[in-house]
Each structure stands twice: as C-alpha cells, then as structure tokens.
Nanobody, 126 residues
Framework: QLQLVESGGGLVQPGGSLRLSCAAS????????IGWFRQAPGKEREGVLC????????NYVDSVKGRFTISRDNAKMTVYLQMNSLKPEDTAVYYC???????????????????WGQGTQVTVSS
C-alpha cells in the first residue's frame, strides 16, 4: 500500500522560500500522479499542483503561478513542492496525495486522490 509522508514545513518570512518533500513508501511511485493540496485555517482544502508520472505539472490555483514549482525524483520516491516569494495567504497545512493514474486529473477533487499524508504546516509571517 502506498504511503506518503510530507516534510519541510516551517515558519518563514514573507518573500521567503521553502521546499516541501513528499516521500513515498510501500509501492513504486512511478505509477502515480501526485498532488499537493493545502488547507488554510477556516477554509476548505484546495488543490495546488499536481505532477504526472512523466513530470508534467498541472496547476490548480492561479495565485501560485510563477511562485510554486512541483517536481519529482522517482528514484528517490519523492515529490517536491518548491515555494518561492511566499505570502501570508500561503499559510496552511500542506498535504500530498496520490491519484490513481499516471496523469493528473483536470480537477483537484479530494475524492480523486488517496494515500493522504499527515500534512506539514507552513506559516508565512513576519
């Protein structure tokens, strides 16, 4: 069974950067597209970015375009979310999850994804 564990969150000042990692175990990562989601306090969880098995990204949130980049290293069984120019509104718990195919869905519906990690907190504040 595929298991995912997020890491790399923390407290960062506005304009700063963080790189989140999503480490997979229990099954080969090659078969899955992986999505990053986030949930801000008092808000619903939203899809941020997804990456296909071949490395093609799908962006679900306009506000992160040009600032966030998703990548993967299948040999290391890890997917990354590089976040630059962070803003206070990026504050959230960030989750990764697996989609049951090698490509990303057009919509980031939570029900499409499984094997959710426990999340990692990202706080952007001065």
């Amino acid at each position: 069974q595929l298991q995912l564990v997020e890491s790399g969150g923390g407290l960062v000042q506005p304009g700063g950067s963080l790189r989140l990692s999503c480490a997979a175990s229990g099954f080969t990562l090659d078969y899955y597209a992986i999505g990053w989601f986030r949930q801000a306090p008092g808000k619903e969880r939203e899809g941020v970015l997804c990456i296909s098995e071949s490395g093609e990204p799908t962006n679900y949130v306009d506000s992160v375009k040009g600032r966030f980049t998703i990548s993967r290293d299948n040999a290391k069984m890890t997917v990354y979310l590089q976040m630059n120019s962070l803003k206070p509104e990026d504050t959230a718990v960030y989750y990764c999850a697996a989609y049951g195919a090698s490509w990303c869905p057009g919509l980031a519906k939570e029900s499409y994804f499984s094997s959710w990690g426990q999340g990692t907190q990202v706080t952007v504040s001065s």
